[in-house]
DNA sequence: TCAGGTAAAAGGTAGCACCTTTGATCGCTC
DNA sequence: GAGCGATCAAAGGTGCTACCTTTTACCTGA
């Protein structure tokens, strides 16, 4: 936490307080109280407050103080919040937003892939696939799932939709995660290499459907493992 | 643009200016120059600054001044964002991302929203789905439209994910401007209101897989319409 | 070519005046 | 005496000014 700037420092602490319940919604801070409690100036402290108010973690009212807004009117796509989310007690709830989002837009991603990657992108995906199925059959664990990363952080970005191209981080985030998610079986898996590949050659050859048909493929098991989750009751953010 | 507060005239002001490419990327602001531009003082500066830093539209450095960031490093999600492109020049564009982000996450949201409605919000489905019939049998374009919206925000509010619950408005922005997208045929169609009539009833049902199956139904015309932009060129944002 | 000086510009501090809202108190009426 | 409106003080964010500190790009000169 040695922030380079004052600021930033006020931000994390109270950021991730907010984020993770640890200050309540509603409660009201002063800006007097947040100079006192980070030994800052006035000025920091509101920098600070304007940062976290466009995130919509707080309001700042006259007489009423900074008031922590509630989680539905949170940036949630925004990367500090991911990554308070994250690093709290609500990691499980904040993988599952994050892996039903990627269930979601992967298949179309790969599908405006297929129209739009350059010649530079369906080399690197031809090397992503290629190390899955060469680390995968070599029992390398970490390097194999270091090219599946790569794999799908390519698909999203040879999407050229800037939307799909932000939401890069959080995905990996999930893909990495797979294995809390229920998925049971072994993780390199035959079937597993031969999806990817098959995304990568309708990619390769501007065949969007099947891209996204075999896209669909390699994200099947993680939606059965998001099955168990369905009608869970604690789905509220927060 | 009254502000109520001095540093949203600002924000927004600046905002919209690097949003739209008036100014160019890699242009250096300083504070001094924008107390000047906007006659505030520097408290107002300062803090207005902090917001578009926030957004990732700006980085600020000792000695370089306040530096315009390419769009790959912008918070595309942010509503102000999102509401400055589609103010600008780069309308179209902004409305075929939304539209293509808009065609990856409303089926599986369908899906969720089947394991997920609650009664209020299946009635509210319900309710949506026969006014669209009324209306669009009564040609009445915009209770049509209107109630097509409340049926998609209602989806996306039923997935019960915070995050697909945060792209409502953008998605709900990508609906309402559809006629725009290559969507030549007569708007209100029997098969429009016979699909999002059987979304509503499987969602109801609890069926996700038919809830899926039928919002893609209403998606491929969508879909169709964007085919004719797919190999865009001018795919990068800004 | 490198060392050191210089200055630009953000970072940070301090403190004041002001505006809005809240809520308590006071006084008037019935 | 009870209720109701007016007034006033305090809280707390908003905005401004002034000034000092720190970083670092860039220039100068050996």
Not at 111 to 120: G, I, K, M, Q
Not at 141 to 170: C, G, K, Q, W
């Amino acid at each position: 936490m040695v922030a380079t700037v004052l600021h930033s420092g006020v931000v994390n602490a109270l950021g991730a307080d907010i984020v993770s319940g640890r200050i309540p919604v509603g409660t009201a801070l002063t800006l007097e109280g947040i100079q006192e409690r980070f030994d800052v100036s006035r000025t920091v402290a509101r920098e600070g407050m304007r940062i976290l108010e466009a995130m919509h973690l707080v309001t700042s009212e006259r007489r009423h103080g900074i008031v922590v807004q509630p989680p539905e009117s949170w940036h949630v796509f925004d990367r500090r919040v991911i990554r308070w989310r994250l690093d709290s007690e609500h990691r499980p709830a904040q993988l599952r937003s994050l892996t039903e989002l990627r269930i979601g837009i992967e298949p179309f991603a790969a599908h405006l892939a297929a129209a739009r990657a350059t010649e530079d992108e369906k080399d690197a995906l031809r090397q992503a696939a290629g190390e899955m199925r060469v680390f995968g059959e070599a029992g390398r664990l970490d390097r194999y799932l270091a090219a599946d990363i790569a794999f799908h952080r390519t698909v999203l970005r040879a999407s050229h939709n800037e939307m799909y191209v932000a939401l890069i981080e959080p995905v990996i985030e999930a893909v990495s995660e797979r294995p809390l998610h229920g998925h049971s079986h072994a993780y390199p898996v035959p079937a597993a290499m031969d999806l990817h590949e098959a995304v990568m050659l309708a990619i390769a050859d501007g065949d969007g459907a099947a891209a996204e048909a075999a896209m669909l493929g390699i994200l099947s098991d993680v939606r059965s493992g998001i099955g168990a989750a369905l009608h869970a009751d604690d789905v509220t953010a927060g």
